[in-house]
């Protein structure tokens, strides 16, 4: 069973940093295109990086730049480490991985704010 948990968001000033990490189980992590969601309230859940099994990152281009999408397949982990944070990248983030289906954690909240 495909489980994803994520981890390491909390309230910063603009301008600040956080790193957000998500741990896979139940497949074989190596093997998959990994990906990190947000969704803002009253808004739709966006794609803002993914990062291929051979490390090929890409990235949402409000965010390029300023995020970097990680992953230690040793540890089953994938990071979001994001800089300069706004105001704008507040939301609900989320790590993804697809299979035969969309495979979502619970989220863990990002809030930019002075």
């Known amino acids: 069973q495909v489980h994803l948990v994520e981890s390491g968001g909390g309230l910063v000033q603009p301008g600040g940093s956080l790193t957000l990490s998500c741990v896979g189980s139940?497949?074989?992590?190596?093997?998959?295109?990994m990906r990190w969601y947000r969704q803002a309230p009253g808004k739709e859940r966006e794609w803002v990086a993914g990062?291929?099994?051979?490390?090929?990152?890409n990235y949402l281009d409000s965010v390029k730049g300023r995020f970097t999408i990680s992953r230690d397949n040793a540890k089953n982990t994938v990071y979001l480490e994001m800089n300069n944070l706004k105001p704008g990248d507040t939301a609900v983030y989320y790590c993804?991985?697809?299979?035969?289906?969309?495979?979502w954690g619970q989220g863990t909240q990002v809030t930019v704010s002075s």
């Open positions: 993804n991985v697809m299979d035969s289906r969309n495979y």
């Open positions: 990062i291929t099994t051979s490390g090929v990152p």
């Open positions: 139940g497949f074989t992590f190596s093997t998959y295109v």
